[in-house]
């Protein structure tokens, strides 16, 4: 019986040692974790818009952004002007964001989703003769965004992204009045650090 109680007791010892134990992690085969921090990047972007045939415009886009491992709060600001002489279309897209992305998990690369408040400058020109247009206006509007995140366990990422801007506001031709609503839709591919 005393055999019993003294293997009982070191049993009871060695359990609540090993309960209080901080664990042992293995660090040399783990992936490193994602930096909360600013990142300032830049990029390029294709731009369209709708009842357009000014085919796709070219640009470009910075921006700033606070990233943590499952989300980011920031903006950017996005340009594209052109257009194509044949068809006589031409338009001109200025935007400033402020938003946010959420990241569906946090990896090295990750498909991310995001929207906010834009604030953009649209001026559109169609001179044809059946659709003559040409008119301008700026205000207030949404956007939406999903796109994919890459290296984000490094110092630097890169990002890929598709974007639709959402404006609050008609766009008015300057002789006639008649008014369209414009919807500008961009992809971007950005580098940030």
Same mark, same amino acid.
């Given at each position: 019986?005393?055999?019993?109680?003294?293997?009982?007791?070191?049993?009871?010892?060695?359990?609540?040692?090993?309960?209080?134990?901080? =664990?042992?992690?293995?660090?040399?085969?783990?992936? =490193?974790?994602?930096?909360?921090?600013?990142?300032?990047? #830049?990029?390029?972007?294709?731009?369209?818009?709708?009842?357009?045939?000014?085919?796709? %415009?070219?640009? *470009?886009?910075?921006? %700033?952004?606070?990233?943590? =491992?499952?989300?980011?709060?920031?903006? !950017?600001?996005?340009?594209?002007?052109?257009? !194509?002489?044949?068809? +006589?279309?031409?338009?001109?897209?200025?935007?400033?964001?402020?938003?946010?992305?959420?990241?569906?998990?946090? +990896?090295?690369? $990750?498909?991310?989703?995001?929207?906010?408040?834009?604030?953009? !400058? %649209?001026?559109?020109?169609?001179?044809?003769?059946?659709? @003559?247009?040409?008119?301008?206006?700026?205000?207030? *509007?949404? @956007?939406?965004?999903?796109?994919?995140?890459?290296?984000? $366990?490094?110092?630097?990422?890169? $990002?890929?992204?598709?974007?639709?801007?959402?404006?609050?506001?008609?766009? #008015? !031709? *300057?002789?006639?009045?008649?008014?369209? @609503?414009?919807?500008?839709?961009?992809?971007?591919?950005?580098? #940030?650090?």
């Amino acid at each position: 019986m005393q055999r019993f109680t003294v293997l009982a007791a070191a049993s009871l010892l060695t359990l609540s040692g090993a309960a209080g134990a901080t =664990p042992v992690t293995a660090t040399a085969n783990e992936a =490193p974790g994602i930096e909360e921090g600013l990142y300032v990047g #830049a990029g390029l972007i294709g731009a369209s818009l709708n009842g357009s045939t000014a085919g796709a %415009l070219g640009g *470009g886009l910075a921006q %700033l952004y606070y990233e943590t =491992p499952h989300t980011a709060l920031g903006g !950017d600001l996005r340009i594209a002007i052109g257009g !194509d002489e044949t068809s +006589g279309s031409s338009f001109q897209y200025v935007a400033v964001s402020l938003g946010g992305r959420w990241f569906t998990f946090a +990896g090295d690369l $990750t498909p991310f989703f995001g929207g906010g408040l834009v604030y953009s !400058d %649209l001026q559109f020109d169609d001179l044809n003769a059946g659709t @003559y247009f040409r008119g301008g206006a700026a205000g207030l *509007g949404g @956007y939406a965004e999903a796109g994919l995140a890459a290296f984000r $366990t490094d110092l630097s990422r890169l $990002t890929v992204s598709l974007r639709a801007d959402m404006p609050f506001f008609d766009v #008015a !031709d *300057g002789q006639t009045g008649e008014t369209r @609503y414009l919807m500008p839709v961009s992809l971007a591919a950005t580098f #940030a650090f």
